[in-house]
């Protein structure tokens, strides 16, 4: 009766334990989104993992490192706009697409550096003036002032003679609709100047000074457009200013007034219509004695000599 009893209790305390969950758990690892499970009763421990993004970029989405589940969709790339210097740049990853657009700047002239329209930076320095660059701006010589000219003798030119030279005046005006034409957005500048010889050479063997007119900033320009017409004694010529080329005239009158007291006086007064507000045209006094061969320019000839006076 003892032993019958027995063998129904142990298997009642087993049923019982297994029913309260009294067993030995088997734990399953935890995954990305599951934590530890275990594989009798279902419960779980800890927390789940987590995937662990990896990779990924403007054109593939992330990729999880321990599962291999995807991040969803690639976020594409998002471009900045290309500038000056730089293509277009995905601001995320850094990639580039085309080119950069280059700096768009009008070529530096002697009044305007060439600046970029789009970004503002100065491509290009503003041009040198030929006077400068050739040193003949050590030559320019001031209103009202006396200076002395060496130049040759007319009649023995194995002497010379140095006369006192002077720019006098200097006026601007229109034009008069008769010798001096008027024209739209430019004006007549009218210089006068001359030049006392009274020196022994001179009043001896006479003299010749040599008469010049240059450009400040551009002496090709302005030699290789001059035109001299011999009916009128006009000269025509181009100057280029703020980009646009103007068609400009030169005349000059000049005499002697006569020996006087061991003295005779040249006189000379230079006409130019050039664009209202340009400063660079020159006109000048040079040794006649300097010789100057055709077609060279002046910044290839000897001018310590020379006087220029600056129309400004
Ligand atoms: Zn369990
Ligand atoms: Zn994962
Ligand atoms: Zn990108
Ligand atoms: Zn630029």
């Known amino acids: 009766m003892r032993k019958h009893f027995a063998f129904p209790a142990l298997l009642l305390a087993v049923l019982l334990l297994a029913a309260c969950g009294k067993h030995e758990h088997e734990w399953e690892d935890a995954t990305c989104t599951e934590p530890e499970t275990c594989a ?102 001031e209103l009202g002032k006396s200076y002395g000219l060496k130049t040759l003798c007319y009649e023995n030119e194995a002497y010379s003679t140095v006369g006192k030279a002077s720019f006098t005046a200097h006026e601007t005006t229109p034009g008069d609709g008769d010798k001096l034409e008027i024209r739209d957005g430019y004006v007549w500048h009218i210089v006068r100047a001359e030049i006392v010889f009274d020196d022994d050479n001179a009043y001896n063997y006479g003299m010749i000074p040599g008469v010049c007119f240059e450009s400040y900033y551009d002496i090709r320009e302005l030699d290789d457009s001059s035109v001299y017409d011999e009916q009128t004694g006009v000269t025509r010529f181009t100057v280029t200013w703020h980009g646009v080329a103007y068609d400009c005239r030169f005349f000059r009158e000049s005499s002697y007034l006569g020996w006087s007291d061991h003295s005779n006086t040249f006189v000379c007064t230079f006409y130019v219509q050039l664009p209202d507000g340009y400063d660079g045209f020159v006109v000048g006094f040079r040794n006649h004695g300097v010789p100057w061969p055709e077609g060279a320019y002046t910044f290839e000839l000897d001018n310590s000599d020379t006087l220029y006076y600056r129309l400004k």
């Open 40 to 141: 009798v009763c279902g419960e779980t421990r800890g927390e789940a993992l987590g995937h662990r993004w990896k990779g990924g970029g403007c054109e593939e989405p992330e990729i999880c490192a321990r599962c291999g589940e995807s991040g969803g969709e690639a976020p594409g790339h998002n471009w900045q706009p290309a500038t000056c210097t730089e293509p277009e740049t995905c601001a995320r990853c850094g990639e580039t697409r085309g080119e950069a657009l280059g700096h768009d700047a009008p070529p530096a002239d002697y009044w305007t550096a060439g600046v970029c329209s789009r970004c503002g930076e100065e491509i290009a320095p503003l041009l040198t003036p030929d006077f400068v660059s050739y040193g003949l701006d050590a030559q320019l010589v």
